[in-house]
């Protein structure tokens, strides 16, 4: 049952979180066992960053991402540097208004998440928008699992706007599964 998870983006979109909130929501709630390991340039904010997440029903023997299931990207840089990397039958999940494919990769899940968040009045729960999303597509985590990790990680005023984010990218993934 071994997966392994790739998320991308630039510093500053929350990256680093979105695989600490997968990790955590699979060990801590869903019972699993998972690895986390985070990735980012030397800049605080626009350089590259990646989390890697590799989940599994057994002991993880080997803790690191080589052909990521799934490659959750949210802009063109981490589309164009790990895109090559996704397994041949694994999923592509984008930011559709961040992301343009130039080549077909994989199944590929898109969602304006960035335009929800705007909707929802704040920008930077594009990333909580991205992780419904991803749960929602994969069906990897429990919604449950997923709400609970996300519930605890962000700061107590903007839990309201979070598990908000988080429902509206989790019903869009949902539908994404049943077309």
Do not use: C
């Not at 699993?32 to 030397?42: I, L, M």
């Not at 540097?81 to 994989?106: F, Q, T």
């Not at 990218?169 to 994404?176: D, R």
Request: charged residues 30%.
């Amino acid at each position: 049952m071994r997966r392994e998870i790739k998320f991308g983006g630039f510093g500053g979109q929350g990256i680093i979180l979105m695989g600490n909130i997968v990790g955590k929501a699979s060990a801590k709630y869903d019972g699993k066992n998972a690895v986390f390991t985070p990735s980012y340039g030397p800049e605080a904010r626009g350089g590259a960053a990646s989390s890697n997440i590799v989940i599994d029903e057994e002991e993880i023997d080997y803790p690191y991402v080589t052909k990521p299931d799934v490659l959750v990207v949210m802009s063109q840089e981490a589309y164009e540097k790990y895109a090559p990397s996704l397994k041949d039958d694994g999923i592509l999940i984008i930011d559709e208004d961040l992301v343009h494919l130039k080549n077909g990769v994989g199944r590929v899940a898109k969602i304006p998440s960035t335009r929800i968040a705007e909707k929802l009045g704040k920008r930077i729960v594009a990333n909580i928008v991205m992780l419904g999303f991803f749960a929602g597509v994969t069906k990897l985590i429990s919604y449950k699992a997923i709400r609970k990790a996300v519930l605890e990680s962000v700061p107590p005023k903007f839990k309201e706007l979070n598990e908000e984010a988080l429902e509206k990218g989790y019903k869009y993934g949902i539908k994404w599964r049943e077309e």
